[in-house]
């Protein structure tokens, strides 16, 4: 019997692949510090279960495929608040934004296409492209040039018969980048000059840390058939089990065809949906508490990450994350070295592998992403454990 092609092209998940190394090496005792996984530690606003106990439905029915009003309300809401009115039909459910994203490229690649992203790139993304048929074409990027890419001469000559879209994260995962208006502009205008989809991740929103504020590939009126937003509660409201998100765009012929996907898998769960409603009344001093918490981690991560020689890394300008080239030979096997044989006092870290952000073979190979999501005092361990670590490797 065989396996579909396309699902054996798809690589494990480099964040989630050290899983079996780190199960035993708890099993031996080993504390383990995790840097590999975006998942906040944040307290989920109490709003969310208030409102699932609140339920009181005789019957949990399926919602519609297109999501349950009180929900699909509360997004509209959210955008309004954000000077991005929208218009009924323009928001779906999904089941988190990985699902949104699924269902993106499923309905506009083809076999054979292309997908341009800027790379390193959230890994997912060359596994949806593969599902669809279609391949990551990478807009190149250097560590030493803070990963900036929103530049016309690196972008256009990338663009050929087989260019379908454009994606990017903003802010960005894994790098921590966040695009100016004038780079997110260039952005929109080669995606309508060229007649391509621009597929805006944009789940990381609330989280930036310098003068500019939240945007969203939505403000470019011009390009309002041609941008595809991804949302997601989960990084937002700290609610990944949620697994509640969103396809939103004002291209309707492109959200009839989505609609198909969202009938095919039937619905969101009900009760997740509910939940994800009331997070949307939360405060803007949850998110100004929350903002604040991530940028001490973040100049805590930075300032210990500077210490170490032969580290390459640029402040964060948002999300949750840091891209950084270490002075290893390998981060795949430096980290199979921290879970096998490492640890100081009976604890080690965990980091992701660079390569795995990459299409480009060869490239990302003593790279890492950091994710800060640990307290402070545990982030302080973890970034002495990685020094430690660095210096022990090292020094074999």
Known sequence: ???????????????????????????????IYPLNIGQPDVETPREFFEAARAFSDPVLEYAPSAGIPAYLDAVHGYYE????????????????????????????????????????FYPNYAAFAQLAGARIRPIPTTAEEGYRYAERDRIEPLINERTRAIIVTNP??????????????????????????????????????????????????????????IDSVSKRFSACGARVGALISRNRELMTQVMKLCQTRLCVATLDQVGAAALYNVGPEYFAGVREEYMRRRDTAYERLMRIPGVVCRKPEGAFYLMVKLPVDNTDTFQQWLLNEFNDHGETVMLTPGEGFYATPGKGVNEARLAYVLKQDRLERAMELLALGIEAYNNR
Request: include cysteine; charged fraction near 25%.
């Open 172 to 229: 960005g995962n894994p790098t921590g980048n966040v695009l100016t208006r004038a780079e997110m502009r260039v952005l929109a205008d080669i995606a309508v000059e060229h007649g391509l989809y621009l597929i805006s991740d944009e789940v990381y929103r609330e989280f930036t840390y310098g003068e500019e504020s939240m945007a969203s590939m939505l403000e470019f009126e011009h390009a309002r058939d041609n941008v595809i937003v």
């Open 1 to 31: 019997m065989k396996i579909s092609e396309r699902v054996m092209n798809c690589e494990l998940s480099p964040i989630r692949k050290f899983t079996p190394l780190a199960d035993a090496a708890r099993a031996r005792g080993i504390s």
């Open 81 to 120: 608040r954000l000077g991005q009115p929208l218009e009924r039909g323009c928001i779906l459910a999904t089941a988190g934004g990985s699902e949104a994203l699924s269902f993106a490229t499923q309905c506009i690649l083809d076999e054979g296409t292309e997908l341009l992203a800027p790379e390193p």
